[in-house]
């Protein structure tokens, strides 16, 4: 088990069980991390083939280990949730400024989208500079997984596509 | 950036925050360190030549902590790394090795140890490695005292050079970046800018791009090192500059560098040139 979360993505143990719940299930037609196609910084296709859910997305956003955008983000819309970050603009509205492709990219990969950006790209696993094996400090010993899944990610896109104004 | 966390964070997370006392944004702006009523201490100063046209100001991070915490570091009482540097300074006089010495056989009263941290680290005598302050000791320990070398991270290290720092409070951090630690400070640079791990992150992105915003519940500071070694509540114990540094890339999910490796003998020395003019707080009190 992983010992170590950082403080400011702390890992309740909800997040251990999530990961270990949809690990479990199978990746049917899901589109490897490889194998996503981007137009510009826009993904058109649903990774999973499927829309997500929305609600299930609220939580890898909010969970430390898995999304934590609110690390980053405020999020008027998740009044519930304290401690939000501000390294990001807040996300409210986010729907109205960017198709469900663009949002999708955004959480897949957002360099794509923003060159440089300090925001994480949740679906990818190569080209890193010394990765480890998640919050241990060590060298990763199995091939790297991405740090949402096909699933987590559409959920992701399926809760962001709910923050219109 | 700062304007639409205030503008548009729903009123309930706002008090939500102020509740638990978090800073909102940038370093406290009148705070004053005063230790024991007496010690004056700097905690912003101009930016020195490694960050000019970088930083418009440098700052301790003492500076972005919260009131609590800011007044445990201004009364030695109430300072719970002043028990560790205590037994640093036992040690002080402690003969230990085949040697029959103790550092106190040479260095006579730990006050000689006064500016020593201001420099560290630096090049050893013989020029040919850059040295932390914990090699210079590890150095007397095995070559001059007959006695073993102590781990990076062991309690005896830390307290030792709880020790030591104390005897630099007050003194503004300046290294050597010239001659042979010329490259040392390069390569720090270098690792100073990478981004590492699988959330690719450099020290730069959260320690200079967004000192004074917030990461979740933590305020950023420059990550300065004026304030090592620093007592960690969360840790309830004396964290080192290394350990610090393993902790932060670590949480990039990155494969960290050892304590005590080049890379951070490196890193180390440049993030002290960043802090160049700083007071040494040492032993400083963090959350």
């Known amino acids: 088990m992983k010992s170590h979360v950082a403080h ?17 299930l199978p990746a049917a037609a899901e589109t490897a991390p490889g194998g996503v196609a981007f137009d510009g910084g826009a993904v058109a296709a649903s990774l999973t083939g499927a829309p ?31 401690f939000q970050g501000n390294i990001g603009p807040a996300l409210d509205g986010a729907a109205d400024r960017w198709t469900e492709a663009e949002l999708r990219g955004l959480v897949v990969n957002a360099k794509l989208t923003f060159e440089g950006t300090m925001m994480p790209a949740f679906y990818k696993t190569d080209g890193f ?22 699933q987590q990610v559409e959920d992701v896109v399926a809760y962001l596509l709910t923050l219109k104004e | ?44 100063v101009a930016p020195g030549p490694a960050v000019e046209g970088v930083l418009t100001e440098v700052y301790s991070g003492w500076l972005y902590r919260e009131t609590e915490t800011r007044a445990m570091q201004m009364d030695d009482f109430d300072n719970p790394a002043m028990v560790f540097a205590d037994q640093g300074l036992d040690m002080w006089d402690t003969v230990d090795g085949t040697e029959g010495k103790s550092c106190a056989s040479c260095h006579e009263g730990i006050e ?28 007397c320990r095995t070559n001059r005292m007959g006695a073993e070398a102590w781990k990076w991270n062991s309690n005896d290290m830390k307290n030792m050079t709880s020790a030591i720092s104390l005897q630099s409070r007050g003194e503004p951090m300046k290294v050597s970046v010239e001659g042979a630690a ?65 902790g932060c890339v670590r949480d ?22 960043r802090g160049e003019g700083l007071s040494i707080e040492g032993v400083s009190v963090r959350p």
């Open chain 1, 8 to 24: 400011w993505a702390m890992a309740p143990a909800l997040a251990a069980a999530l990961a270990a719940a949809l690990a479990a």
């Open chain 1, 52 to 82: 997500g859910d929305a609600t299930a997305g609220a939580t890898v956003m909010t969970t430390n280990a898995l999304g934590n955008c609110v690390a980053c983000h405020e999020l008027a819309a998740m009044p519930e949730v304290q």
């Open chain 1, 129 to 150: 500079i010394r990765p480890g094996d998640g919050y241990t400090g060590k060298a990763p010993t199995a091939e790297l997984p991405p740090v949402l899944t096909a």
């Open chain 2, 1 to 44: 950036m700062r304007l639409p966390y205030r503008s548009k964070l729903a009123a309930a997370s706002v008090l939500a925050v102020l509740a638990a006392g978090a800073v909102l944004a940038d370093p406290s702006p009148d705070a004053e360190l005063v230790v024991n009523e007496d010690i004056e201490l700097v905690t912003r």
């Open chain 2, 112 to 139: 000689s140890m006064k500016g020593v941290r201001t420099s560290m680290p630096k090049m050893n005598g013989a020029a040919t490695d850059l040295w932390s302050m914990e090699n210079f000791i590890n150095d």
């Open chain 2, 182 to 246: 010329a490259d040392w400070w390069e390569r720090g640079k270098e690792i100073y800018y990478t981004r590492y791990g699988q959330l690719e992150l450099a020290c730069a992105n959260c320690h200079e791009v967004n000192a004074g915003n917030m990461i979740r519940a933590d305020h950023l500071s420059q990550g300065q090192i004026n304030g090592f070694p620093t007592y960690r509540l969360k840790d309830a114990g004396v964290v080192s500059i290394h350990q610090r540094f393993v």
């Open chain 2, 252 to 273: 990039t999910r990155a494969e960290t560098f050892a304590a005590g490796s080049e890379e951070f003998r490196a890193l180390e020395l440049y993030v002290a040139s």
